[in-house]
Every structure is written in structure tokens, then in C-alpha cells.
């Protein structure tokens, strides 16, 4: 019997990390994402988990682990990129017999998943990074705040303290150290203002989330008035990573002030969606044109928004930045917790900047004047323009209202979120003048502003006619059609329809 | 660690005390900063941001009500970016809030008015909301329309923190947050125990007490009826407050003058019925102790402690003094004794009451404890407030008034009746008749010190004859609280306790002036009034409530002795458990 022949093929299969994709990823706080299986600590443990809690415990003071942060130069990855190690330092200066380690999961950038994937890849990471961060600070309890939207991160994160307790890396007396830590889970209602520290810490105290006046900061004063650490869940990912490979190796990558990984979310007009992991100051063009493979459809890249609602709008101009914190808050953008989302020629920009308006409106806590109403107000002036009824006053008012907020907002939330109004001004203001002087939508989104016509290529085929809902449009067969515009509810149905490129829009 | 901090505030330089906030440092160079939502110690939120202010090297302006100052802190309050960041939240507020101040019971008392006014705003440059009134009046005491509601909180937090009820906070988020009780239900379905502290430190006309003047009106415009007044024993060191007098000026005679010109048959007073209720409440403590009943005895004289008690802990209603309040025992006598005297239809006797407190309002209406049958009590509780409005509407110059007398056949008090508006004044005043009654010697001195004054929870034990008689005073039902958990934990043991549901008793009652919380913050209102009726009481050639001649000539025409049968029917109640959420299953 003849052997069977293996099977061959033509072309060369490349690794997977070889990809476009992959190629320029470096893969830190997501390590273990998609290569352990999340509900087992024992491959964890296989892949190094855990033993730099041992090693912690058993043969560093917190002192040198707190110094060993400080000199990794991580910064929190939450968004506002405080030096971890100092907030650390904060925390273990405390003078209570009672401190709280918290972790922030309450991911709630629109299109960002880089926590939820932590915690349902590798829930292990942060667990054990939490229980480092107690003993370097001397706190023994800890709570971790994630949305209840999170069911699959939930479950496999109560999956993992279940097990960590098993193995006594939970609980009392671990590794034989005497140490103590204990964990538990705080589901959030899924406001987008509970991500911001003190409001987080107000949630897990049982009350309405809303923030609270600073100072007193959560590391003096925090949950139920005890000195607290909370970082958020990426940057705990990092922490294992950096006390088994040493904080030199950590500092070796990325910028000068800078350092390590940062996660992004990329997503809109881009060809490879999903998590992108790059050193800090990877430029955006590497992460726009290579990672991610251009716009689709060959549309030119018009701008990058980072930082989610608190961000602001990069212009193609701008896209040889390197990404990193100083970089990106000197062009009036932010890293943020890393929402990466990818404009073309076909976005206008006043239509983004009243979309991110509309998520703070409806995620403003409503406890200060600025944002509560401020925010509501910017709003209207938004669609006052994009409706096509704005006025160079409204453009000016604008500008003076965005300032307000940010100077006057009791917390980040409201103090941010101008940003995508102020960014686009910033770089994009012939569009909003186009939308006030001109009555015209340059990218042609604005419906209120939107004109349907017929040139001189239609053929009379009376196709749009068939399939326009409002009976707007006429004409003879064979003859150039018109549309009635007071009719016209601009659903774009004739455009999608025309074969012959006759029905423009303007 | 010093005690103080050197900071500069507009080039000055300031001296202030470590932990002060920038806005009580600021005071001392004599600059005061707006505030809205500001309540020192109670709700120090940060919220409006009115009282923003410079710093330099802060990354935003500040909010100076709950900013620290610090060692070498540059402060400026008055900066360009400051007074526009101040009139741009101003005209933010404005935007959202029914600017109808014409037809506002707060205008003029207002503190958003004041400040707009101050800061010159004469146009709101962004949208404004056409706001239609959002009417909740389901309760008997008070009313709340939240299109004039800036959420401030203060409301929230008098609730929450000092009186421990927190039946009302923010509801939805964002632009849509407002004010309301727990799933938005109504105010009367949750156990709200109707004290009016929230309406008292409202900025604005967001909360006002429920308005019955126009019945009060319509019956002294009736010729068929016979309409008496009685104030408490507290108006008479607050009502001069609505008319631009100092804080804790005596009007007494004024306002006696001022009722007899509103056209009322009778102008009486309600603290000869402090003193029966003295004379009841003693015999009925002495005859516990002496008969082995229910201790500790609890005064009863408070509406909105009564609700809660009935709601919160049902467990102590044995406890309660069966005592009508001052207010029922008042009416109760006028509609029987007074009527019987004058020959009068207890039917066409209208009982008007001057109160501290927007809880008598709901107490005119606790069902079946009237000592005639289907005949209330007491007609129309009025609030100082309301007293004042009519005073004004009537155009009764009230500083130019000549003190008056009330009218003789039910007014005659004792210093004792008095000082029942102050927390502890109940207590010294019982004490007074008590310790008289079970030793049967003349007291030396009538002052009992240790229990007055502001605190939440006062104790003091004397010995009288045998006995040694455990007593404590407390006022703001979040200390009632404390009070009633430490009994029932075994931790406290008393054996008459004096309960006021408002913090200070009922000279900060709900239904008192209103003050704006810049002066609130910074005087204690509660001190101020309650010494002007420790003033009166002094003055009094009688200070105890048995000496009272009227009174002992009452009981010996009337009631027959303290505690009798008559005296039961016309001047005692009972008390019942109240569901907290009736018709809801928990």
C-alpha cells in the first residue's frame, strides 16, 4: 500500500507574528491573552504566573517593590498616565491600619475592549498584581470594580479568585508568609463616570456614582475614608511582566518618558480591526497604515481619535506623531484608556465632535454645573450647526463654552469633555465654517445640510423614481429627472440605485 | 505640624487655620464667595462651582468651598477668567431654572436671584429651557416644583445627615438628574416625616411650605366665624427676621399688634398651652416612675419626631408621652373650654396657630385624636413664613407696630412655656413642675444649664428626693437615631428623654425664616434665637408652669387635675405604627 502523499501547497505560510498585523505588536499586558486557557491557574502558573508574587513575598520588601515600579516608569494606563510607582509610594506613605487596593475595570470608551480582554484572557495577571500591590502598600483587602456588561469577564474572573484562593494565593498566610490579602468583585451599573477614581470608590461604597472633590486624594482619603490605591486593569497586567523581567527591560522599551506598552483599540474606517498592542511611541502612521492596512476602499485617512470622548481628533497632517502621553496632549489629543478610531474623507468632522457630545451628555453624572448643563448646551450648539442653522456667534459661543467646562467641571469627565469639539476646531475649523457660512457639509453627513440633485448624466431610466419613498422625484422617460427637495427626505435610496452616477448629493 | 498656614489671597496676605477651606479664608480679609450648593459640614460637595477661584498653579479653577488652603498658596477671587467663569455657571443655572420670579414665593429671599443680581447678569446667551411647572404637592406640608430645582443638594443632605430620613436624592443622570424620592414615587408613599428641614435651605423657590394663607384669609373675611390665633412659643423670636430685624430680635408685642390687625377675633397664646402640656407630661412621668410604667418617658411635642418614631421604630410608642402637642392642647382647649365659656358653636370657632414647623400641618390631620368628635383641633397651621406674608399683603407696617398684649382668657404663660421652642426647654421646663411636685420644696434655683444649649444629645442626671432622674435632650432626628439605637442597645439608659425633631428644636423648625446659607454657615441661628427666649424666660415673674394662675384656674373650672379623665379626653392622643411604604411588600 502506497504511503499517502502529505499534503503541499503552493505558497509559503508566514507566522502569524510575521503578519502586517502582528509584526510591529509587542505583546506585554496582553501576553497571555489567547495563548492560556483563562480558567485554568495551572497554565497560568506554567507560563511564569504567580511567581513573582512568590518571589515578592518571600524575598523583596514592599519598599524595593515599590521602587522597582517607580523605576519601570510605568504610567497608568487608565488614561490620565500618573507614574504608577508614585502613586504606589503615595499609598504605602499612608499612615492607616487600614488601606484598599482597587482596580478600576470599569472600561466605558465607546469601541474600547482592552480591559475586558485582559480580564477574560488572563484574569490571573491582574489578580496577582493586586495581591503585590497590597503587600507593597500594606493593605489587605481589595475589591475589583467591573461592569456588569462584562459577564464573560465576570465569570472568569470569579472563576480565578476561586482558584487563587484554592492555591493560598488568596486568603490568609500566603505562600507561608503570614501575608493576608483578600479580594473581591464590585459589579458597576455601566456609568461611564464611575471609570473616574472617585466616583468609582463612591460607587463601591454602595452610593450613587458620582466623583467627589479632590483633595482629598483617594491615596490619603479614599474608599470608606482609607488610604486606597486603584489603578486600572492594564496597568496591573503589566506589573507581573515587569517584576520577572526586571524593570530595566521594561524601560528599555518605549519613550523617553514613556515606557512599556499601551493597548489600543483600533477601529472605523481602518482594514484590521481589534487589540493592538505597540510600544509607546510608535508612530500613528506605523499603527494606521501597516498594523491596521490603510483605510478600506482607498479612501484617504483623515484623522485618528484617541482617548474616546475625552480625546480629541488627530488630523492626517499630525500622523507621523509618535504615540506616547506628552506627544499627544501637546496636538490637544489624549492616550486615554485606548480607543483608537480611524476617520476618511467621508466623516465630518462637526458630525464626530456632536457624536461624542451626545455619549457625555448622556453619561455626565450630573452633580456639577458645567457638565450637567454645560455639556447639554454644547450639545445644541452642535446640532444647531450641523442642522444648518448656525451662526459665526454659535462657532464663537462655542469656543467659550468648551473652556468653561474644562476649566470649571468638578472632575475629569467634565474637564475632558470639550476635547472633541476643541480638536476639531483646532484642525477642521473650515468645516464647521463651511457648515455656518457655506450651509454646506463638506463630507456630505450632515442631512440637515444635505441637497439631492440630478445632473446631466441621468438617462431617464425613471429607476430612482420606482424606488424613491416619498414620491420625490419626476421627469419623462428618457428625459433628465428632477428631484423635489421640499419632498426629499435624503435617505440616499436614488443614489444606491442610480447606475449612471447622475444623482449628487451636496 | 503648625496650626496655621501663610497664603496670599488677591495679593493679601492671610493667615488662616490648617484645614480651612480657601472660602472661610477669604472671609477673614472680608471677601465673601458666592456659594450655591455650599453647607458647611453638611454638604460640602463642590457642586455648583459658583465658588470657583484661582490658584495659581492648579490645573482648573477651584471650588474655595472645599479647597484647603495651603502653605504659601496664591488665591485670586476675582480675576477676569474668575468673574467669567462666575457668570458663565450662573448663566448655565439660569438656563435650566423657571425664571418666573414675579409669581415666586422665594423672590426676593432668593438666593440664586441675589447673586444673578449682584453679578449683573442681563441676558443668558445659551438655550434656554421653556420650562413648565413641575408640580409635587401630594403631601400635606409642602411643595415641590422642580423646574426651579438647580441641584444644589442641600435638600438631599439636611435629609440624609441630619435627620437621618434620606426619603429624597438624585434620580436619572446627567441633564435629566432631579431631585425625587426613591423609583420617583411620590413624596407621600415614602416615609418623609414632613419636618420641612430641606425647605428651610433651599436657594431657591424649588421647596416652599404647602400655602394656607388664603384660608386663613377667607375665614376672617367670614362673619359666621369666630376666629382665634395662637402663636408658638418660638415665632416670637423669629418673625422679626422676615421683617429685615436682626436674628433672635423679641417681637412679641408687634406680632401680637400684627395678629389683632389681620382681623382675628381672639389673639391668644400658644405657650399657656407649653405650660398645660407641662402640667400633663410631669404628672404622667411622675405617675411612670411612681406606678412602675414604661421608661424612659419621651416627650411628645414634636410632630416630626411623632412620624418618626411611628415609621422608624414603632418599639418606642409605648414609650411616648400620650401628650397632645402644644399646638393640639391649644386648640383642643379653645374649641371646648374657651367656647363652653364664650358660649360659642365649637363649630364656627376657627383655630388658626402661628408654628415653627411644617410637620404641624400634617399633625392637624393625624386622624381621630380631636377632642370633639369630627371637629379638628386646630383649623390652619400657618409658618412663620406664611404669618409674614399675610402680614405684608396686608400692609401692616410691622416695625412700626406698638407692643400689644394677647387677649386675656386663654394667654397667660410662665417662663417655663417659653423656652419649650429651644432644645432642652421641654426637659428644664418638666423638671421645673417634676422635681417641685416629688419633693414639695421650692427649687432654689429653676435654671437647669446642663440641658441647653446646640448639641445633638445632651445628658444630665439630678437627684430629686429619692430618686436619681436620668435625663437627655436631643434634637435632628439623624441624633434621635443615635439616641434611640444606644437605648436599644443597652448602651444608654435614661428615664425621660426630651426629642425635638428639628436640630436646635423649634426655633430652626421648618417653618422658619429662611436665611440664606451664606449666614447659616457662618452663624449659628439655633444659639441666637434660643438665647433671645432664655431672655424672655428670665424676664417672667413666673417661671413655672404649675404657678401659672390661669392654668390652675383651668384645671379647677375645667379639667379637674392633671391626668384625669377630662384631661385625657380633650389633652391626650395615641399613636399607632405607620408603614414606611404603604402597599408596598418588602
Known amino acids: 500500500m502506497e504511503p499517502v502523499k502529505p499534503h503541499t501547497h503552493d505558497e509559503t505560510v508566514t507566522s502569524l507574528n510575521n503578519t502586517d498585523f502582528y509584526k510591529h505588536q509587542l505583546r506585554v499586558a496582553l501576553r497571555n491573552c489567547g495563548v492560556i486557557n483563562p480558567e485554568s491557574i495551572d497554565e497560568y502558573i506554567a ?138 468583585i464590585r459589579l458597576g451599573a455601566g456609568a461611564f463616570v464611575c471609570g473616574e477614581e472617585t466616583a468609582l470608590i463612591t460607587s463601591i461604597e454602595g452610593n450613587r456614582g458620582e466623583p467627589r472633590p479632590r483633595p482629598p486624594f483617594p491615596a490619603v482619603k479614599g474608599l470608606f475614608g482609607k488610604p486606597t490605591l486603584l489603578n486600572n486593569v492594564e496597568t496591573y497586567a503589566n506589573i507581573p511582566w515587569i517584576l520577572q523581567n526586571g524593570w530595566e527591560k521594561f524601560a528599555a522599551i518605549g519613550t523617553e518618558k514613556s515606557k512599556g506598552t499601551k493597548i489600543f483599540a483600533l477601529g472605523g474606517k481602518i482594514r484590521n480591526t481589534g487589540l493592538v498592542e505597540v510600544p509607546i511611541g510608535t508612530t500613528l502612521r506605523t499603527v494606521v497604515e501597516e498594523v491596521g492596512g490603510g483605510c478600506p476602499g482607498g479612501k484617504k485617512f483623515k484623522a485618528a481619535q484617541t482617548g474616546g470622548p475625552s480625546g480629541g481628533c488627530i488630523p492626517a497632517a499630525h500622523i507621523d506623531i509618535p504615540i506616547d502621553y506628552e506627544s499627544l496632549s501637546s496636538i490637544g489629543s489624549m492616550m486615554g484608556s485606548g480607543g483608537l478610531i480611524i476617520m476618511d474623507e467621508d466623516n465630518c468632522m462637526v458630525d464626530i465632535a456632536r457624536y461624542f457630545l451626545d455619549f457625555t451628555v448622556d453619561e455626565s453624572c450630573g452633580k456639577c454645573t458645567p457638565c450637567r448643563i454645560g455639556t447639554k448646551r454644547l450639545c445644541q450648539l452642535l446640532d444647531k450647526i450641523t442642522g444648518g442653522s448656525g451662526t459665526m456667534e454659535d462657532v464663537e459661543l462655542l469656543e467659550e463654552l468648551c473652556a468653561h467646562i474644562s476649566n470649571n467641571s468638578l472632575c475629569a469627565l467634565g474637564q475632558t469633555a470639550p476635547n472633541p469639539v476643541l480638536s476639531t476646531l483646532r484642525y477642521f475649523r473650515d468645516e464647521y465654517e463651511a457648515h455656518v457660512i457655506d450651509k454646506k457639509c463638506p463630507a456630505g453627513v450632515c442631512k440637515g ?51 449612471f452616477n447622475a444623482i449628487v448629493k451636496g | ?46 457642586a455648583c462651582r459658583i465658588c470657583v477661584v484661582e490658584v495659581k498653579g492648579a490645573r482648573t479653577l477651584v471650588a474655595s ?71 409635587e404637592n401630594s403631601t400635606l406640608h409642602l411643595v415641590r416644583d422642580n ?8 435638600c438631599v443632605a439636611v435629609c440624609k445627615q441630619n435627620q437621618s430620613v434620606a426619603v ?28 420641612g428641614q430641606c425647605i428651610t435651605v433651599c436657594p431657591t423657590g424649588a421647596l416652599t411650605e404647602r400655602d394656607e394663607t388664603e384660608k386663613v384669609f377667607l375665614a376672617l373675611a367670614d362673619p359666621g366665624k369666630h376666629v382665634v390665633v395662637g402663636a408658638a412659643p418660638s415665632i416670637r423670636v423669629t418673625l422679626g427676621e422676615c421683617f429685615d430685624m436682626p436674628v433672635g430680635s423679641n417681637v412679641e408685642g408687634k406680632m401680637v399688634a400684627a395678629l389683632r390687625r389681620l382681623g382675628f377675633d381672639r389673639v391668644f397664646d400658644v405657650n399657656i398651652a407649653a405650660d398645660l402640656t407641662i402640667m400633663e407630661e410631669a404628672h404622667e412621668f411622675i405617675s411612670r416612675v411612681q406606678n412602675g410604667g414604661v ?93 409674614a406674608r399675610m402680614i405684608a399683603h396686608s400692609g401692616i407696617m410691622f416695625r412700626d407696630l406698638p407692643d400689644e398684649e394677647p387677649d386675656e382668657a386663654f394667654s397667660e404663660n410662665t417662663g417655663a412655656g417659653v423656652i419649650f421652642g429651644a432644645t432642652g426647654g421641654v426637659m428644664e421646663a418638666a423638671l421645673r413642675t417634676a422635681v417641685e411636685s416629688i419633693t414639695g420644696k421650692e427649687l432654689p434655683d429653676v435654671e437647669f444649664t446642663a440641658v441647653r444649649g446646640t448639641e445633638g444629645i445632651k445628658e444630665a442626671a439630678y437627684a430629686v428626693g429619692d430618686l436619681n432622674v436620668r435625663t437627655a435632650v436631643s434634637s435632628g432626628l439623624a441624633n434621635a437615631r443615635k439616641l434611640l439605637e444606644g437605648i436599644k442597645s ?97
Open chain 2, 490 to 586: 443597652g448602651e444608654r439608659q435614661y428615664d425621660f428623654i426630651e426629642i425635638m425633631g428639628c436640630p436646635g428644636g423649634c426655633v430652626n423648625g421648618g417653618g422658619q425664616p429662611v436665611q440664606p446659607q451664606t449666614v447659616r454657615n457662618f452663624t449659628d441661628l439655633r444659639a441666637i434665637r434660643a438665647k433671645s427666649l432664655y431672655d424672655m424666660d428670665r424676664e417672667k415673674p413666673l417661671r413655672k408652669s404649675h404657678e401659672n394662675p390661669l392654668i390652675q384656674k383651668v384645671y379647677e373650672d375645667f379639667l379637674g387635675e392633671p391626668g384625669s379623665h377630662k384631661a385625657h379626653e380633650v389633652l391626650h392622643t395615641r399613636y399607632q405604627k405607620r408603614e414606611k411604604y404603604p402597599g408596598v411588600k418588602v
Open chain 1, 449 to 499: 445640510l444635505l441637497q439631492y440633485g440630478i445632473n446631466d448624466k441621468c438617462t431617464g431610466c425613471t429607476a430612482c423614481v420606482r424606488v424613491c419613498p416619498t414620491g420625490a422625484i419626476s421627469g419623462k422617460v428618457k428625459e433628465k429627472h428632477v428631484i423635489d427637495p421640499a419632498k426629499c427626505i435624503k435617505c440616499n435610496a436614488c443614489m444606491e440605485k442610480c447606475r
Open chain 2, 1 to 46: 505640624m503648625a496650626d496655621t498656614v501663610k497664603l496670599k489671597i488677591n495679593g493679601m496676605d492671610v493667615e488662616a487655620p490648617q484645614g480651612a477651606t480657601i472660602l472661610e479664608a477669604a472671609r477673614q480679609i472680608g471677601i465673601e464667595i458666592p456659594t450655591l450648593c455650599y453647607m458647611k459640614e453638611i454638604n460640602a460637595i463642590g
Open chain 2, 168 to 195: 429624597i436624592g438624585p434620580n436619572d443622570r446627567g441633564f435629566d438628574t432631579h431631585i425625587s424620592c426613591a423609583f420617583d414615587r411620590n413624596l407621600d408613599e415614602v416615609p418623609c416625616v414632613s419636618c
Open chain 2, 147 to 154: 423646574s426651579k430645582c438647580i441641584l444644589c443638594r442641600r
Open chain 2, 65 to 135: 468651598c472645599v479647597y484647603p488652603v495651603a502653605e504659601g498658596m496664591e488665591v485670586t477671587t476675582n480675576s477676569g477668567t474668575v468673574y467669567k467663569a462666575r457668570r458663565a455657571t450662573l448663566e448655565l443655572i439660569l438656563s435650566n431654572h423657571r425664571k418666573d420670579c414675579l409669581t415666586c414665593l422665594r423672590s426676593q429671599n432668593c438666593e440664586l436671584q441675589k447673586i444673578a443680581k449682584d453679578a449683573g447678569i442681563q441676558e443668558v446667551r445659551f438655550h434656554s429651557d421653556n420650562l413648565e411647572p413641575q408640580i
Open chain 1, 47 to 184: 507560563f511564569d504566573g504567580y511567581s513573582a508574587l512568590a518571589r515578592a513575598l518571600t524575598e523583596q520588601t514592599p519598599a524595593e517593590i515599590v521602587e522597582i515600579v517607580l523605576k519601570s516608569g510605568l504610567r497608568g494606563r487608565g488614561g490620565a498616565g500618573f507614574p504608577t510607582g508614585r502613586k504606589w509610594q503615595f499609598a504605602a506613605d499612608a499612615q492607616n491600619d487600614v488601606k484598599y487596593v482597587a482596580c478600576n475595570a470599569d472600561e466605558g470608551d465607546p469601541g474600547a475592549f482592552m480591559d475586558r480582554s485582559v480580564l477574560e484572557g488572563d484574569p490571573h495577571s491582574v489578580i496577582e498584581a493586586m495581591v503585590i500591590a497590597g503587600y507593597a502598600v500594606g493593605a489587605h483587602q481589595g475589591y475589583i470594580y467591573v461592569r456588569a456588561e462584562y459577564p464573560i469577564a465576570v465569570e472568569r474572573l470569579n472563576i480565578a479568585i476561586r482558584q487563587a484562593k484554592e492555591y493560598g494565593f488568596l486568603g490568609d498566610n500566603i505562600f507561608g508568609t503570614g501575608f493576608a490579602f483578600d479580594l473581591e
Open chain 2, 295 to 387: 421608661l424612659p418617658l419621651i416627650t411628645s411635642c414634636s410632630p416630626g419626631w411623632i412620624r418618626f418614631c411611628e415609621q422608624y421604630y414603632p418599639e418606642f410608642i409605648p414609650n411616648l408621652s400620650s401628650c397632645k402637642s402644644p399646638q393640639q392642647m391649644f386648640g383642643a382647649m379653645v374649641k371646648t373650654y374657651y367656647a363652653q365659656k364664650e358660649g360659642l358653636n365649637p363649630e364656627d370657632v376657627f383655630v388658626v396657630t402661628i408654628m415653627p414647623c411644617t410637620a404641624k400641618k400634617y399633625e392637624n390631620h393625624r386622624d381621630g385624636t380631636s377632642a370633639l368628635d369630627g371637629i379638628p383641633d386646630v383649623d390652619v397651621a400657618l409658618t412663620t413664613r406664611e404669618l
